[in-house]
């Protein structure tokens, strides 16, 4: 039985699946099947530590947390720490229900980049949140690693649309490692980075955003310049060039735009996924970091 595992609670971009006012094919059929429901991008890591026993981690606190914390195991299960990739709405916001309104919690490490922190320290309504004591913002540095329990986690700048705060990956490492890296503006300037990072992980989740670069113009006449992510198609390209490594574990698109026809499993871009190799992430996925067993 594994002792450090990570799950994944939700796969989709910051707006989720179905997105508020959309009747696109993808999110009129998530109205009509809960099952297809997304939630935003977000992993629990659960491991034992030494002053406290079995913990959950969670990457990135999204609007929808409260749901996503009833996906775990447990009953009524609260994070005991979060790490922040980023200020964008959709991986930060879910810090509100540890504020007095909602679970009142006592000094939750929240790791996350100096700019973040100091975001957060100056913005209400999370600057209240450290004010009360709920969280406790840990700055960790780029380039450098810091340890929760028997993992080490590295953590990695990542280029992406930095209007409020830095932006940043975490690579998990023990028995087994995993990259989770849900935005990222392109791989111009980024290949060789992201390249080696891929390289050392057993485990990658990475951005997936747009499956097609022309996938919103297509749907609301919004130039996708707007929001720069590379297309999966691009990215698959890139791994079948061999310009990223492809000797991976087992790599996963999250991060997925109500747009993206990686939703529907039965549609051609989902099979040219598994023919490259890769995956598309689901909710509900374990992944052991200490064995191979789940
Ligand atoms: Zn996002
Ligand atoms: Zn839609
Ligand atoms: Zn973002």
């Avoid at 406290?52 to 409260?66: H, I, N, Q, V, W």
């Avoid at 060789?192 to 609301?220: K, P, S």
């Avoid at 310049?225 to 060039?241: K, R």
Wanted: overall charge negative; hydrophobic content about 35%.
């Amino acid at each position: 039985m594994s002792r450090i595992t990570v799950r994944v609670i939700g796969t989709a971009q910051d707006g989720g699946v179905p997105q508020i006012g959309c009747d696109c094919a993808n999110c009129r059929r998530a109205r009509s099947d809960f099952r297809r429901f997304r939630y935003p991008s977000s992993l629990a890591l659960h491991l034992p530590l030494p002053e406290r026993g079995e913990s959950t981690f969670l990457l990135d606190a999204s609007p929808a947390l409260p749901a996503q914390m009833d996906m775990l195991p447990g009953e009524a299960p609260v994070p005991d720490g979060i790490l922040l990739t980023h200020v964008h709405a959709g991986h930060y916001t879910g810090l509100q229900y540890l504020g007095k309104e909602y679970l009142s919690a006592r000094e939750v490490p929240v790791f996350c980049r100096p700019r973040v922190a100091k975001f957060l320290q100056d913005n209400e309504p999370w600057a209240t949140l450290v004010r009360d004591e709920n969280i406790r913002l840990m700055d960790v540095s780029a380039d450098r690693s810091f340890s929760l329990g028997s993992l080490s986690v590295d953590v990695m700048d990542v280029p992406h649309r930095n209007e409020y705060s830095d932006t940043c990956a975490f690579i998990l490492r023990g028995e087994r490692s995993l990259l989770y890296m849900p935005d990222v503006d392109g791989w111009d300037g980024f290949a060789a980075r992201f390249n080696a990072a891929v390289q050392t992980a057993d485990y990658a989740f990475i951005d997936g955003t747009f499956y097609r670069q022309d996938e919103l113009e297509t749907l609301r006449q919004r130039p996708t310049g707007e929001v720069p992510h590379p297309p999966v198609q691009q990215t698959l390209d890139l791994l079948a060039d061999g310009t990223l490594y492809p000797a991976r574990r087992a790599t996963y698109f999250t991060h997925l735009n109500h747009t993206n026809p990686l939703l529907n499993r039965e549609s051609a871009a989902h099979r040219r996924v598994a023919l490259a190799g890769c995956r598309v992430a689901v909710e509900g996925l374990c992944i052991p970091l200490d064995g191979w067993e789940t």
